[in-house]
């Protein structure tokens, strides 16, 4: 098969920066080199890489958005372009990217006291510390404002209880940004330790998607956090919103390396099986699928882009990003159906990456907000009336 290009049909390479273009470049050689020859066994075997983060600290895809602390501080088409190749390997590997730069050192960034700055942010772009988002509850996943955790206060702190789930990153974590009521009902933020008495983490097995992929349960019981880990500059679901705007942003990109992999993957194939004494390419139903592919990826790329640019201008709204991230996930859910599709059975097994892209979308299009709670997110801007409640 041949190796992996990218599609690019209308030209968008124009629009790229030299320095985005090499940045693009670094990573999607990072990932042939590094993940593609060994993701499989990872997924198989239900585990993280963690021997990679020094390598992706090292070229700087941790808060690589972020300006200082030890940051690269690229501009958003860069960032962007880095979580596309990183998902274009592996949902799981973008996921803890994501997870680590745009929900914890964002939150912190953002958030938190110049001191708490200082300690947590250049330790972990260098990833020499992870950190972890702990908002989701078992019982509190698109409402968070039901969340349960509580945070006490007590003397010169706070006492956490409560229980997070689905945390990606959560027991490799040194710090988790965990979201808590305090007793008059106000959401605010803590940064809980790994190692602090009555924290602790398991991780949740039997996943058939997103296998390459730490994911937890935080518990915390009775965890005293003392004041000085308290995020003082925000209230409310405003803070874990906007941390997950971040996030998703990415998350638009990242659906877009996926995507892309499975387009190569069928296209590539398709010339190359032959049924028929011709090759699958030469059927049209086989091109009205790879057409309908190219398109979504490529008005998916515009979006993006188009989303970036707002994003650095200091201009994106919230909603954009809904309407984008629930777009670009969707299609490519159904572009990795549609592959599979075109490769028949070989499209169940690990010998091709589209079974693994398609199981993983399944969780894509469903974190950081569900394509049910984007279209609705998008609906109350459209119309003025919230159907959500």
């Given at each position: 098969?041949?190796?992996?290009?990218?599609?690019?049909?209308?030209?968008?390479?124009?629009?790229?920066?030299?320095?985005?273009?090499?940045?693009?470049?670094?990573?999607?050689?990072?990932?042939?080199?590094?993940?593609?020859?060994?993701?499989?066994?990872?997924?198989?075997?239900?585990?993280?890489?963690?021997?990679?983060?020094?390598?992706?600290?090292?070229?700087?895809?941790?808060?690589?958005?972020?300006?200082?602390?030890?940051?690269?501080?690229?501009?958003?088409?860069?960032?962007?372009?880095?979580?596309?190749?990183?998902?274009?390997?592996?949902?799981?590997?973008?996921?803890?990217?994501?997870?680590?730069?745009?929900?914890?050192?964002?939150?912190?960034?953002?958030?938190g006291t110049e001191a708490q700055k200082e300690r947590w942010?250049?330790?972990?772009?260098?990833?020499?510390?992870?950190?972890?988002?702990?908002?989701?509850?078992?019982?509190?996943?698109?409402?968070?404002?039901?969340?349960?955790?509580?945070?006490?206060?007590?003397?010169?702190?706070?006492?956490?209880?409560?229980?997070?789930?689905?945390?990606?990153?959560?027991?490799?974590?040194?710090?988790?940004?965990?979201?808590?009521?305090?007793?008059?009902?106000?959401?605010?933020?803590?940064?809980?330790?790994?190692?602090?008495?009555?924290?602790?983490?398991?991780?949740?097995?039997?996943?058939?998607?997103?296998?390459?992929?730490?994911?937890?349960?935080?518990?915390?019981?009775?965890?005293?956090?003392?004041?000085?880990?308290?995020?003082?500059?925000?209230?409310?679901?405003?803070?874990?919103?906007?941390?997950?705007?971040?996030?998703?942003?990415?998350?638009?990109?990242?659906?877009?390396?996926?995507?892309?992999?499975?387009?190569?993957?069928?296209?590539?194939?398709?010339?190359?099986?032959?049924?028929?004494?011709?090759?699958?390419?030469?059927?049209?139903?086989?091109?009205?699928?790879?057409?309908?592919?190219?398109?979504?990826?490529?008005?998916?790329?515009?979006?993006?882009?188009?989303?970036a640019q707002l994003k650095d201008a200091g201009r994106v709204?919230?909603?954009?990003?809904?309407?984008?991230?629930?777009?670009?996930?969707?299609?490519?859910?159904?572009?990795?159906?549609?592959?599979?599709?075109?490769?028949?059975?070989?499209?169940?097994?690990?010998?091709?990456?589209?079974?693994?892209?398609?199981?993983?979308?399944?969780?894509?299009?469903?974190?950081?907000?569900?394509?049910?709670?984007?279209?609705?997110?998008?609906?109350?801007?459209?119309?003025?009336?919230?159907?959500?409640?």
């Open positions: 098969m041949a190796p992996f290009t990218g599609l690019d049909y209308y030209d968008l390479d124009e629009l790229l920066s030299d320095e985005e273009k090499l940045t693009r470049k670094t990573v999607r050689d990072f990932v042939e080199r590094e993940v593609v020859p060994n993701v499989e066994a990872h997924h198989a075997r239900e585990e993280f890489p963690r021997h990679l983060i020094p390598k992706m600290a090292e070229l700087g895809m941790f808060g690589a958005n972020l300006k200082g602390y030890g940051c690269a501080g690229m501009n958003n088409v860069a960032y962007g372009l880095i979580m596309q190749e990183l998902e274009r390997g592996d949902s799981g590997l973008r996921s803890m990217a994501s997870v680590q730069g745009s929900l914890a050192m964002y939150a912190i960034y953002a958030f942010l250049p330790p972990m772009a260098r990833g020499e510390a992870i950190g972890c988002f702990g908002l989701t509850e078992p019982d509190h996943g698109s409402d968070p404002g039901g969340m349960e955790t509580r945070a006490r206060a007590d003397g010169s702190g706070y006492i956490l209880s409560g229980v997070k789930r689905w945390i990606t990153n959560g027991s490799i974590s040194d710090v988790a940004v965990v979201w808590a009521k305090t007793d008059d009902g106000v959401i605010r933020g803590f940064l809980v330790e790994m190692g602090m008495p009555g924290y602790s983490t398991s991780d949740i097995k039997g996943k058939f998607s997103l296998r390459a992929s730490i994911t937890s349960e935080l518990v915390l019981e009775d965890v005293r956090v003392p004041r000085e880990n308290l995020l003082p500059e925000v209230t409310g679901l405003k803070g874990p919103f906007s941390c997950l705007s971040q996030a998703r942003y990415g998350i638009v990109w990242g659906a877009l390396g996926a995507a892309m992999g499975c387009f190569h993957t069928a296209l590539e194939y398709a010339k190359e099986r032959k049924q028929f004494d011709r090759p699958l390419a030469g059927y049209q139903l086989v091109q009205q699928k790879l057409v309908h592919m190219a398109n979504e990826i490529t008005k998916g790329q515009l979006l993006a882009y188009r989303l709204r919230p909603q954009q990003i809904s309407l984008a991230k629930r777009n670009n996930v969707g299609q490519a859910l159904e572009i990795a159906r549609m592959a599979r599709d075109i490769l028949g059975a070989n499209g169940i097994v690990n010998e091709y990456p589209v079974i693994r892209h398609m199981m993983n979308l399944e969780t894509v299009n469903t974190y950081e907000g569900t394509y049910d709670m984007h279209t609705l997110i998008v609906g109350r801007d459209l119309t003025g009336e919230d159907a959500i409640r």
